[in-house]
């Protein structure tokens, strides 16, 4: 955790205002070190006494490893983004545990419902697996009506693809390729809707962003808010107008209220 910190701490000192904390499971952060204890909690509180560290984001805590500790530091802790990524994989009981996952579909709505009831406007993105060797049709409704159902913010669905190695690589009943992908793009086509819905919400509100850039050919700031994490989610465009000089440095906060909205990036104006 030293090293973390001191990391950090220099680039907060170089100009950082976001550290998105990553890792193939990021809640078992220190499972591995000596006392094989869980830091994850630890860690961000030693970050968020950095001073001039403004935003800190998770990316990939499975379900089952996110803990009411967790939680309540999410809803108290001001530097703590009420964003997270969950990859659920799937929903279907039989598929998960195929998986190997350590849980099921009645476990990951629990979590769900715990985190949109404690954290009211969290934003939770999670991605899926299509096609995984032994996904029946069965299996993919009780998908479709997860994803219909819950109404994630952000979601991505992958392809099954083997891997020499894998035990699922030696599964039998594989599902074909076609098949595969009309799943996908079926669960694609339910999520789109669901974004439009989503994004058409948040039109009205205020949102303090952080400003990734300027595109002077279309003389707009593109930026992000606490629900976006970069390269992989949306994006705010604000027109500077008469409010906004055109020389704002990317890592520059504005407040700005949205005044339009796309499937996954939003319009806005500098308040």
Avoid at 88 to 109: C, F, W
Avoid at 175 to 202: C, H, Y
Wanted: net charge negative; proline share 4%; charged share 30%.
């Amino acid at each position: 955790m030293d090293y973390l910190m001191e990391r950090a701490k220099d680039l907060v000192a170089n100009g950082t205002k976001e550290l998105i904390l990553v890792a193939q499971e990021v809640t078992m952060y220190g499972a591995d070190m000596p006392g094989k204890k869980k830091l994850l909690t630890k860690l961000i509180k030693a970050l968020a006494t950095i001073q001039d560290l403004k935003w800190i984001r998770l990316l990939y805590c499975y379900p089952e490893e996110i803990t009411d500790d967790l939680i309540y530091l999410m809803k108290n802790e001001p530097k703590l983004l009420h964003y997270i990524d969950m990859p659920v994989q799937h929903a279907s009981d039989p598929i998960l545990k195929a998986m190997g996952r350590k849980t099921n579909k009645k476990t990951i709505e629990k979590i769900i419902d715990k985190l949109k009831r404690e954290i009211p406007d969290i934003c939770i993105r999670t991605t899926l697996i299509s096609g995984f060797p032994g996904e029946t049709n069965y299996d993919h409704d009780v998908l479709k009506n997860f994803v219909n159902y819950n109404e994630f913010d952000r979601l991505g669905v992958f392809e099954y693809s083997e891997e020499e190695g894998t035990p699922a690589a030696g599964f039998s009943h594989k599902v074909e390729p076609d098949v595969i992908t009309a799943r996908r793009n079926e669960l694609m086509e339910l999520q789109q809707g669901i974004s439009a819905k989503v994004s058409k919400a948040l039109v009205g509100k205020t949102y303090e962003v952080i400003v990734d850039g300027y595109l002077p050919e279309d003389d707009v700031y593109v930026c992000r808010s606490y629900r976006d994490a970069p390269d992989v989610d949306g994006q705010v465009f604000v027109s500077p107008g008469d409010v906004l000089s055109r020389d704002l440095i990317s890592g520059s906060f504005i407040k700005v209220r949205i005044t339009g909205a796309t499937e996954y990036d939003l319009l806005g104006e500098a308040v």
